[in-house]
């Protein structure tokens, strides 16, 4: 079993939709958890990190869940500019980043 | 623009050269990374550097060899790589190492 795992999509969504994504990992003694975004060719970028209370930057929503080992992230009114892969990545003890295989996203006008 | 600066942007060498890559980050950061991340996959972390120290070393094959010289910058000397070892060699930093770390955009190594 992969340690995260992700659905990698394509989301292929039209502008102003809202789409979520969600992603699962294997380690109860994960640490810290963030969503990255990757474009083609790019490095990747921190998003924003997740916490158990739930965080939200504008429109952007992430949410975890310990017990389930479940976290996700909603994207409200969808930009072309949202289209780029996004990466799940827990951190583990020894504060060792584990990345997801990554969710593509395509927005359309 | 990323805050973390990686030298060179591309590398072609052959299999029996020596070279370098560089990574320099001005944020004060404490810990620094070395990632592999082949094409359609995500990054894999290599080592990690914290205060300056070699704190994980991912089983790497010892024809990669990182080096810390200061806190801020990040060198990785290659030697005698294999094909297999093109890949695109990302580098980021994180105020410690329980930080959220961020990421230059990466040196794209082929080997001939």
Redesign the interface.
């Known amino acids: 079993r992969k340690e995260v795992e992700q659905d990698p999509g394509p989301f292929n969504v039209p502008e102003g939709a809202t789409v979520a994504f969600n992603c699962t990992y294997s380690n109860s003694a994960s640490?810290?958890f963030?969503w990255y975004r990757q474009d083609c060719r790019?490095?990747?970028?921190?998003l924003m990190?997740v916490y158990s209370s739930g965080n939200e930057d504008g429109r952007f929503t992430a949410q975890l869940n310990r017990a389930s080992q479940y976290i996700s992230l909603l994207i409200r009114d969808s930009k072309l500019s949202d289209s780029a892969t996004y990466?799940c990545v827990v951190?583990e003890y020894?504060?060792?980043?584990v990345?997801?295989?990554?969710t593509i996203l395509r927005v359309k006008s | 623009d990323t805050e973390v600066t990686q030298t060179p942007k591309h590398l072609v060498m052959g299999m029996t050269n020596k070279k370098s890559l560089k990574c320099e980050q001005h944020m004060g950061h404490r810990a620094m990374y070395w990632y592999k991340q082949k094409a359609k996959k995500p990054p894999e972390l290599m080592f990690v550097y914290s205060y300056e120290k070699l704190s994980i070393n991912e089983s790497v094959p010892s024809r990669f060899s990182p080096e810390c010289p200061n806190s801020s910058l990040l060198n990785l000397h290659l030697h005698a790589l294999q094909p297999e070892d093109s890949a695109l060699y990302l580098c980021a930093s994180s105020q410690d190492s329980d930080q959220p770390q961020h990421f230059g955009d990466g040196t794209r190594l082929s080997i001939l």
């Open positions: 640490q810290s963030f790019k490095e990747p970028k921190l990190s990466l951190m020894g504060n060792k980043l990345f997801g295989a990554g």
